[in-house]
Structures are given as C-alpha cells and as structure tokens.
C-alpha cells in the first residue's frame, strides 16, 4: 500500500512542478480518463499526460490539497481514492471545487500504473 500512496503522491508533484515527461511513468499506455460527471474520455498515455499539460498551462492554481488516500488491494488492481480540493483560476474565473481523485491502478512486471481515473467534484 505504502508504494502505491508514494505513486498518488509523486503523479500530483510531478504535474504540479510542472514536470511534465515525468508524468509518462505512472500511465499505463492504455490509461482512460474519465472527466467529471463522464462526459468525455481521454484515451492513452500521450493524450493523457497532455491533458495534465494543458490544464496545469492554463490554470493558474492558488491551492491543491490531497487528503490521505483510501487503497484497496485485489491481487495485480488497485484501486485509490482521495479526497482533494483545489482553488484555480482560468479564462479569467475562479473556480473552488472538492471531491475524489480516483485511480485504478494496474501492476505490470511489477510496477503498479494507473489505467483508469477520474474526479468525483463539485464547486463549493
């Protein structure tokens, strides 16, 4: 459990000091995310770490917190929640929103990439 905690926690720095090629290693290439409320998915692991570029280039971000994630274990899948909220601003307009980052989480030769993810969230 202990490693997967480390991965949540390397992925939200990595993104967040903009360290953008640093994003590919936690991705399974065959990674979805699943936007809010499941209206869009990106697909792949190219799309996926440009979308952490593009949003993390046209945000302007005042405060990310993550809480402890919640993981569970099924042999070779994961799955982690953790509730985050986060103050940003784009397009000229604040946006305060709370919820879950949830993850799923493949291990692959021994290494555990995320497959899946999305954000549960409303605006506060």
């Not at 290439?29 to 869009?40: K, L, Q, S, Y």
């Not at 909220?85 to 692959?108: K, Q």
Request: no cysteine; net charge negative; charged share 25%.
């Amino acid at each position: 459990m202990h490693d997967l905690r480390e991965r949540v926690l390397a992925l939200n720095a990595a993104w967040r000091e903009r360290r953008f090629d640093d994003l590919r290693a936690y991705f399974d290439p065959e990674v979805v995310i699943a936007a809010p409320g499941f209206g869009a998915h990106v697909k792949g692991r190219d799309a996926v770490v440009e979308s952490y570029r593009e949003f993390a280039e046209n945000a302007t971000i005042d405060v990310f917190d993550l809480s402890e994630p919640a993981i569970d274990i099924w042999g070779d899948t994961a799955v982690v929640t953790a509730p985050y909220s986060i103050t940003y601003s784009m397009h000229g307009r604040t946006y305060r929103e709370h919820g879950h980052d949830l993850l799923v989480f493949r291990r692959t030769a021994g290494e555990w990439l995320i497959l899946w993810r999305t954000l549960t969230s409303g605006e506060v």
